[in-house]
């Protein structure tokens, strides 16, 4: 039984189930229709007995029947006989070979000989002489010739419909199961080509393989994701990692070199400390980030005034706040995780500042839009040509390197955009080449 597969263990269970049904069932249309054949004898005596004896009169001792009278009728066999129970009138059938004795309105059923018979008697009474009795008897059903009948019937009968039984369940096990053999096949298919991309694709639907053919496809599409996330990962660590560290090298084999005073020591060092520290950066960000797009990263929304966030993480951060202004509506609540939060804001008033002029200005503000919340940050520094605008959003893309001093990941802002889409939300920007930017985060009010 072990090695039988699903689909034959259905079909064999449902075809057994069917014949045990239809078995139940023939027992029971046996039972049902012997006694309704009974019933339906009894049924027809009683009648003609009754309306025989409205047409039988004694007179002196004698019978005396009418026109309507029927000595046989409906299989009904009716038979007159004396007091001393002599039979005067009418003809007993041939099968009958039993004498059986009188009872008054009293049907009982009566073995006579070959067959059995259902019997009525009703005692006419006569004023003046003695009376006579009314013998009614029909033959009584067979049920011998109904349960063969009936064996017959199903010997033809119940192979064909076990084997429509077996043709059925078979086909309806096959249909439920090819959802799941889609499943099989794509979860081959995947681990012998290692292509993630396949999905199985089953239409939407409430039934359990529905759900399960769903919840597949978004496992493989999950796995794709994390997987392409690595591999985007290795690549771009990797390429970007290889920068400060060809740097850090050659600073190290120079200093070995030429390096004399404590003061090209001291630059040296610099050099490499300000690498090293580009470097935990990288790690720290793209380590975030994948995290991030591989859904790892623990987020804990909650409804938070955003307002009073921005203010706290400004003191927090003890930027110079004779250049940075904070302006914040009150009550503006969002769903959100703060640490995100935090992590966007920081990065947006950090390149506000790198990218401001000196003694510029920075602006944090708060505010509300029909239904949704704005957390902008302003500068008035050297501003994104247009041009660039669509691309500063990319990982890694830096519109000019010497702008941030060789210091810059170009991974702030591509962040910033996933920590906005994390929340539901999205980044405007507005910016003039020269006259400053406009970074926006759009939140759904909380
Ligand atoms: P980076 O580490 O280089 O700052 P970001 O992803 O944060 O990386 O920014 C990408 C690029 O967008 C930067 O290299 C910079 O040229 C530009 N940029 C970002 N913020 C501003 C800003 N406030 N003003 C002008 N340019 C900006």
Not at 51 to 66: A, F, I, S, W
Not at 245 to 251: F, L
Not at 331 to 357: C, M, P, Q, S
Request: hydrophobic letters at 40%; aromatic letters at 8%; a negative charge.
């Amino acid at each position: 039984m072990k090695n039988i597969s699903v689909k034959k263990k259905i079909t064999i269970l449902l075809t057994m189930l069917m014949g045990f049904l239809a078995c139940l069932l023939l027992g029971y249309m046996l039972v049902i229709s012997s006694s309704v054949a009974e019933r339906t004898a009894t049924e027809q005596l009683l009648q003609t007995v009754r309306h025989n004896t409205e047409h039988l009169e004694v007179k002196d001792g004698r019978p005396e029947v009418g026109e309507a009278f029927d000595y046989y009728q409906n299989g009904v066999t009716t038979l007159i006989y004396s007091k001393k129970e002599s039979l005067i009138a009418g003809q007993l059938p041939v099968s009958f070979t039993s004498v059986i004795g009188f009872e008054n309105g009293v049907i009982r059923k009566a073995d006579a000989g070959k067959m059995e018979y259902i019997i009525l008697d009703m005692w006419i009474p006569s004023d003046w002489s003695d009376g006579v009795w009314l013998r009614g008897m029909i033959e009584a059903p067979d049920n011998k010739l109904l349960v063969k009948n009936l064996l017959m019937i199903s010997l033809v009968a119940l192979p064909v419909f076990m084997l429509l039984a077996a043709l059925g369940s078979y086909h309806i096990a096959r249909r439920s199961f090819r959802p799941l053999e889609a499943i099989t096949a794509t979860a081959e298919a995947i681990n012998e080509a290692k292509d993630l991309s396949g999905r199985i694709g089953l239409p939407p639907g409430n039934d359990e393989f529905s759900r399960l053919a769903g919840d597949f496809d978004q496992m493989f599409e999950r796995l794709e994701r994390s997987f392409e996330a690595e591999k985007q990962f290795t690549a771009d660590a990797s390429h970007e990692l290889r920068t400060p560290v060809s740097i850090i090298k050659g600073a190290c084999e120079y200093a070995e070199k030429y390096d004399e005073t404590p003061e090209d020591h001291q630059e040296t060092i610099s050099m490499i400390y300000r690498q090293a520290d580009k470097m935990a950066k990288l790690i720290s960000r793209l380590l975030s980030m994948t995290r991030m797009e591989q859904g790892t990263e623990k987020i804990r929304m909650e409804r938070i005034e955003l307002g009073s966030l921005a203010k706290e993480i400004c003191k927090e951060e003890m930027w110079d706040l004779d250049q940075l202004e904070v302006e914040a509506q009150q009550d503006i609540f969002v769903n959100a995780d703060t640490e995100l939060l935090g992590r966007l804001l920081r990065n947006l008033v950090e390149n506000a500042f790198k990218y401001g002029k000196a003694n510029g200005h920075v602006w944090v503000r708060v505010t509300k839009d029909k239904e949704e919340a704005q957390l902008s940050v302003r500068d008035d520094g050297i501003g994104i040509p247009e041009a660039e605008q669509e691309k500063i959003w990319r990982r890694f893309y830096q519109v000019d390197t010497a702008r941030s001093d060789g210091e810059g990941t170009g991974l702030g802002l591509s962040m910033v955009r996933q920590i906005a889409g994390i929340h539901d939300g999205y980044m405007t920007l507005d910016s003039k080449p020269g006259e400053g930017s406009i970074f926006t985060l759009h939140l759904p009010l909380g």
